[in-house]
């Protein structure tokens, strides 16, 4: 399947670099893919970026069927572009599809489509540190019906948008509320796809936290809001000890991409790494005794997120006195490295352009 390219005859002005912040501006181009039944997946091509023509009716609109992935291009040293986990991502698109009944796209033709977009939009990657190019593979449901039922026909496209440092300054601890009223997700829901809808749910929660001058909630199940699950938008880890946790992945926990980086390089720092339950109670216990060193997320916009604090409804704990700790900042510094081609890439994470 070849992908027809049609340039832009009005590029973009490139926008600053140091004033890039996440999701502000898009590239020239985008790439789309058209599904239907009898046909599969078919027309791919590469056109001047802009909106795509949708029935009113469309089952995106109605029945949330919308799946995405997000990641990332860096400029490497030597000026050369790599996609950072690339095949993971694929993959984990491919996986989710069938959760929300929407039509696979095969891991190689996902890849295929990727490379071929970036051939096209390769310059939009900034070369400032910190930078990046952030991508967007998204599918939506495109038939337009009423009645409650999958799609026949859907659309695959791929945006990108060139992103600022997340650390702006540096690497900060954030502030956490605790949530215990809302829920992210439930088991036998959609919280191990990336799903729109699980965007939609988080919002509320989100909001509220930020209105009390928290940067994000702390996810805990469904059913009895006890034990930790994600932390924003991103997989949670907490060094107890030599110890470090994270929850096991499940129908309500995402299978992140940046978590499986943290996984590989932990184990070669010495550490125990358990994939186990945790507990709320856990942590507060592991706070008064001691035994709590770190708390951090892992994600692909910020690759580790350092938690200086935690408080809830009547109580509080502070995690390492607020400020970054040790493993944390070692994992950020090693994954950033590896993306910008600093370090040698040892486990195969990169795809060169």
Not at 211 to 222: F, I, N, P, S, T
Request: with cysteine; hydrophobic share 40%.
């Amino acid at each position: 399947m070849s992908t027809a390219v049609q340039k832009t005859t009005t590029p973009k002005a490139r926008p600053a670099e140091n004033d890039l912040g996440f999701g502000r501006f898009f590239t020239d181009h985008m790439l789309t893919l058209q599904y239907e039944p009898k046909q599969g997946w078919h027309e791919p091509k590469v056109v001047p970026y802009g909106p795509l023509p949708m029935d009113p009716a469309a089952g995106v609109f109605h029945y949330g069927q919308a799946l995405f992935e997000g990641l990332k291009a860096f400029r490497a040293g030597d000026g050369t572009v790599n996609l950072f986990r690339l095949d993971e991502h694929c993959a984990r698109m491919a996986r989710g599809a069938p959760r929300l009944c929407m039509p696979v796209v095969e891991p190689s033709l996902m890849r295929s489509l990727i490379l071929d977009f970036m051939r096209v939009e390769q310059d939009w990657v900034p070369r400032a540190p910190g930078t990046s190019l952030y991508l967007r593979p998204t599918m939506i449901a495109t038939e337009g019906f009423l009645g409650v039922r999958a799609s026949q026909r859907y659309t695959f496209f791929i945006i990108a948008s060139p992103v600022g440092a997340y650390y702006a300054g540096g690497v900060k601890p954030v502030r956490i509320w605790v949530e215990r009223e809302h829920t992210r997700a439930a088991k036998g829901g959609l919280g191990a796809v990336k799903a729109g809808a699980n965007y939609a749910a988080s919002l509320l929660a989100a909001s509220r936290a930020k209105e009390k001058g928290y940067d994000q909630v702390l996810w805990l199940d469904a059913e009895k809001h006890d034990q930790v699950e994600e932390v924003g938008t991103m997989n949670l880890f907490a060094l107890l000890g030599d110890e470090l946790v994270t929850p096991p992945l499940s129908d309500s926990i995402l299978a992140g991409v940046t978590r499986n980086c943290v996984l590989q390089l932990a184990k070669g720092y010495g550490l125990k790494v358990s994939e186990r339950p945790l507990a709320i109670s856990e942590l507060t216990q592991s706070s008064k005794s001691g035994a709590l060193k770190e708390v951090f997320g892992s994600g692909t916009a910020a690759v580790i997120s350092p938690v200086g604090e935690l408080s809830w409804t009547g109580g509080s704990l502070q995690v390492n006195k607020g400020e970054v700790g040790p493993i944390a900042g070692r994992l950020y510094e090693e994954i950033s490295a590896i993306q910008r081609g600093g370090r040698p890439d040892t486990h195969g994470w990169l795809t060169k352009i």
